[in-house]
């Protein structure tokens, strides 16, 4: 099955610097990754996706690129402000069945934005 | 996105009895939703995939007659978590996907005593 591997595990910025969390994957055969952010007790939230047609994907502060070759792909925030302090997670997902697709999550990094 | 409902967010039980949680769809029909559970501060890892009208998918490991899951309509899964013991004790969260993009309930804290 498929092997997510995510890296850091915890990551500390200072406000206005860049957070970059990394991830690789082991199945040739995913093609969609989401990443999460999570919230003290909340449910993870979708915050930005890339498939596998794309190398790299922006909104706003928040970038992923991907690299199929090397099967890893990455999430980068800039300007870091507090409020991006939470728990991110990485998933690889690929088609299975009749039609769904089964999401394998990383580990998670706790991100810590410092005033 | 597709809007997922989770109930209760967080329920405290005593050993021996059973928990039922409700994940709800509220504008989309989920053929199939998936259950979650998350320790802390770990990653989350699937337990079974909720097909409507049909028995649900379980993954290896976990029991299918401790975590009793319902797939009544297109709008509502449920999981019993039955004779609830202290090691069930843990974070369970829903999702279901559009398309290939997952949303998820808010999730459910459960404490067992």
């Known amino acids: 099955g498929e092997n997510v591997e995510q890296h850091p595990s915890t990551l500390s910025v200072q406000e206005g610097d860049s957070a970059v969390i990394k991830c690789t994957y082991s199945?040739?055969?995913?093609?969609?990754f989401p990443w999460y952010k999570q919230e003290l007790g909340k449910g993870p939230q979708l915050i930005i996706d890339?498939?596998?047609?794309?190398g790299e994907k922006k909104d706003q502060r928040i970038a992923v690129t991907l690299n199929k070759t090397a099967k890893h792909f990455s999430l980068h925030i800039t300007e870091t402000q507090p409020e991006d302090s939470a728990v991110y997670f990485c998933a690889a997902s690929k088609k299975y069945g009749a039609g769904s697709y089964q999401l394998t999550f990383g580990k998670g990094t706790k991100l810590s934005v410092i005033p | 996105g597709a809007v997922v409902s989770q109930h209760p967010s967080w329920v405290i039980c005593k050993s021996g009895t059973s928990v039922k949680i409700e994940c709800r769809s509220l504008?989309?029909?989920?053929?199939?939703m998936f259950w979650y559970r998350q320790f802390p501060k770990q990653s989350l890892m699937l337990m079974a995939t909720s097909n409507e009208g049909s028995k649900a998918t379980y993954e290896q490991g976990v029991e299918k007659d401790k975590f009793l899951i319902n797939h009544a309509s297109l709008t509502l899964s449920t999981l019993t978590v039955t004779s609830a013991h202290p090691e069930d004790s843990s974070f369970y969260i829903c999702s279901l996907e559009e398309g290939t993009e997952a949303f998820f309930g808010q999730g459910t804290r459960l404490t067992v005593v």
């Open positions: 504008d989309f029909q989920a053929t199939t």
């Open positions: 199945d040739s055969a995913s093609n969609y």
């Open positions: 890339i498939r596998s047609n794309v």
